[in-house]
């Protein structure tokens, strides 16, 4: 296959294969946990060593990439040893051995979005594909997986979660195979290697930690729903098909926002984006925080196109126009390892003991954390003129 047809088609496929694994094992691994006699103490302890490496190991591989270059190689080798780490938990039966399993996956999963992100982007920014129109593949692929795994494992049980994993991490190999085998960029960007002082400017370049701030909080301010959203909604005694709908509605109007990135990105810069993503999450999570009926509690889903949707189109937006393309992999993974890791993970932490004294009015904490980011977004516009970082 030729022209933007073959190149957005097997970029798709790689995100809808990878996103397969993904969709089985965030709602359904704590199960498998469980059935191998795991406590809610031991998988709690899993999550969070997971968690903390993430941070440290993200950059470093992504610093890693970049001086390696040829990111398809990269995605192959990745793809093929996540395969080979998940494939190791069907030998093993103690704590210890699940952890350190579990710590070589952590490393892994990581690795490879930065990856699959920067070779899509350096893609769009040659015209040949539609970045927002490729990525909406792996939110198609999430829900599906994950509804396509509650129903086999509510027929066969818990031990076909390991093997729905591995077919996925199958697939995906065979998708990184297929991915675009060139990669055209600049050619003063490719005599370029990325050092690690170039790496270190990154941080001491005030907008680029403006962005890195704003993008951040806008999307740890989803840790409560994220985490007692179900819990919330059963307790105001909604059922289970109504909160799948809820959840349902989010992904949809993520998948729409994608499929029309090219007109918005088009209207907004990543800056706006930004900033519409924060302005959007002060007004979803104030009105959730008082348990609005059904008729407002839908729409208020559906803004999740802006609060997850828009900042992330903005995050990929500013480092390709932002970085240069010889530590575009470094930004991805100091941005994923920033708000994926440090900060979403402890507003997570912190969320639990704010969910337990105030129940639904911790989502007012998620409100002030957008309300921080839209500031951050607001600063990052005056600022910034849109070109490379100096």
């Given at each position: 296959m030729r022209g933007v047809f073959g190149h957005s088609l097997r970029l798709a496929f790689y995100y809808f294969a990878i996103f397969v694994v993904a969709g089985v094992h965030m709602p359904f691994w704590p199960v498998w946990l469980t059935a191998h006699g795991l406590s809610a103490g031991d998988i709690g302890l899993l999550t969070g060593a997971a968690m903390l490496l993430r941070v440290v190991t993200g950059p470093l591989i992504a610093f890693a990439s970049d001086r390696a270059g040829r990111h398809r190689a990269q995605i192959i080798l990745f793809s093929v040893l996540l395969g080979v780490s998940f494939a190791l938990f069907s030998q093993v039966h103690s704590?210890?051995?699940i952890f350190l399993v579990t710590l070589l996956t952590s490393?892994?999963?990581?690795?490879?979005?930065?990856l699959i992100d920067t070779l899509t982007l350096a893609?769009?920014?040659?015209?040949?594909?539609?970045?927002?129109?490729?990525?909406?593949?792996g939110s198609i692929s999430f829900i599906a997986a994950s509804m396509s795994a509650g129903w086999v494992l509510s027929r066969t049980g818990n031990q076909m979660i390991l093997p729905m994993i591995l077919a996925g991490c199958v697939f995906s190999v065979m998708a990184a195979v297929l991915l675009p085998a060139r990669e055209q960029v600049p050619a003063h960007a490719a005599r370029q290697r990325a050092t690690l002082g170039a790496a270190f400017q990154l941080f001491r370049n005030r907008n680029f930690m403006l962005f890195v701030t704003a993008g951040a909080l806008i999307q740890a301010a989803h840790a409560v729903y994220y985490t007692f959203g179900t819990l919330n909604w059963q307790r105001l005694g909604h059922g289970s098909s109504l909160i799948g709908?809820?959840?349902?509605?989010?992904?949809?109007?993520e998948i729409l926002l994608f499929a029309f990135s090219g007109r918005v990105t088009a209207r907004f810069g990543p800056s706006s984006l930004l900033a519409l993503g924060g302005a959007a999450?002060?007004?979803?999570?104030?009105?959730?925080a008082f348990n609005p009926g059904i008729w407002?509690?839908?729409?208020?889903?559906?803004l999740?196109?802006?609060?997850?949707?828009?900042?992330?189109?903005?995050?990929?937006?500013?480092?390709?126009?932002?970085?240069?393309?010889?530590?575009?992999?470094?930004?991805?993974?100091?941005?994923?390892a920033?708000?994926?890791?440090?900060?979403?993970?402890?507003?997570?932490?912190a969320s639990g003991f704010g969910y337990a004294a105030f129940g639904s009015l911790a989502f007012l904490g998620m409100a002030g954390l957008c309300a921080m980011g839209l500031v951050c977004a607001l600063r990052l516009r005056r600022a910034w003129t849109g070109g490379a970082l100096t």
């Open positions: 704590f210890l051995a490393t892994l999963i990581p690795a490879i979005m930065p893609q769009a920014a040659q015209g040949r594909v539609d970045y927002g129109r490729v990525r909406l593949w709908v809820l959840w349902a509605l989010g992904v949809i109007s999450g002060v007004l979803r999570w104030t009105a959730t407002l509690l839908a729409p208020l889903q559906c999740h196109g802006l609060t997850f949707g828009a900042t992330h189109i903005a995050a990929m937006q500013f480092i390709t126009r932002a970085t240069p393309p010889h530590l575009a992999v470094t930004a991805q993974g100091v941005y994923a920033i708000s994926t890791g440090i900060v979403i993970g402890g507003v997570t932490y």
